[in-house]
């Protein structure tokens, strides 16, 4: 499940600083958005979720903000590690009972030591 | 380990072949979900089931097909293979929002990895 080789935008940040991923979504109908990470040899992990009625939500280590206004979605890492390496996904909802999830083009992360 | 199951890990086949992946879902879900991760166009929607049922189609070729059984394993097929269908294939599988108080989280297996030459 590797992901290494896709041609994505990459973030660089130093072990310690705080990391933010930032994401524009494209259905204003959407009604909750959610994080994915996936670590070389693996597939998309949730990290956190939050609704279209919410601004923010917290996590461990993680803040999402959502600006319905412009249609931009942000995960901010705190105290960015090693660990954190990987690709990040932000994903919409298309609400319906055959509901499905649209995702982003994804963000490579690479923390420095 | 994600509890979703998928097999094989990796294929390599020669263009105009047939090949089946398949997955297992987490224990207790009812959907499957499957996506395609090429290098340029990131994570694509394919198919979904619900219960043994096709809920939703995204882009999926006419030459791919996919199935839900009653014990909700599920098998994707992609026939007369061309060198553009390498990529990985993702599971996903989740309990449907409508079903659960929460939002629609897909849990994702490891993938398959398709290379087509």
């Known amino acids: 499940g590797e992901s290494v080789g896709l041609h994505l935008p990459t973030l660089s940040v130093q072990e310690g600083d705080n990391s933010i991923i930032n994401c524009a979504y494209s259905?204003?109908?959407?009604?909750?958005f959610i994080w994915y990470k996936q670590e070389s040899g693996k597939g998309p992990q949730f990290i956190i979720d939050?609704?279209?009625?919410?601004d923010k939500r917290q996590g461990q280590r993680v803040t999402v903000l959502l600006n319905k206004t412009v249609k931009h979605l942000s995960l901010q890492i705190a105290a960015t590690q090693p660990g954190d390496s990987a690709v990040y996904f932000c994903?919409?909802?298309?609400?319906?009972?055959?509901?499905?999830?649209?995702f982003g083009t994804g963000t490579r992360l690479q923390v420095t030591l | 380990d994600s509890g979703v199951t998928q097999t094989p890990k990796h294929l390599i086949t020669a263009t105009g072949q047939r090949v089946t992946l398949r997955c297992s879902p987490r224990?207790?879900?009812?959907?499957v979900y499957w996506y395609q991760q090429s290098l340029d166009q990131g994570l694509q929607f394919l198919i979904q089931?619900?219960?043994?049922?096709?809920?939703a189609k995204g882009n999926i070729l006419e030459r791919f097909s996919a199935q839900q059984f009653p014990d909700l394993h599920s098998e994707l097929n992609l026939s007369s293979l061309e060198l553009g269908d390498s990529a990985l294939y993702f599971c996903?599988?989740?309990?449907?929002?409508?079903?659960?108080?929460?939002?629609?989280?897909?849990?994702f297996g490891a993938g398959s990895r398709l290379t087509v030459l």
């Open positions: 994903a919409e909802n298309w609400p319906g009972t055959a509901s499905k999830l649209t």
């Open positions: 996903a599988s989740s309990l449907p929002a409508f079903r659960s108080s929460g939002a629609n989280v897909l849990t």
């Open positions: 089931y619900y219960n043994g049922e096709e809920r």
């Open positions: 939050i609704r279209s009625n919410m």
């Open positions: 224990s207790g879900d009812l959907s």
């Open positions: 259905n204003s109908a959407s009604d909750y």
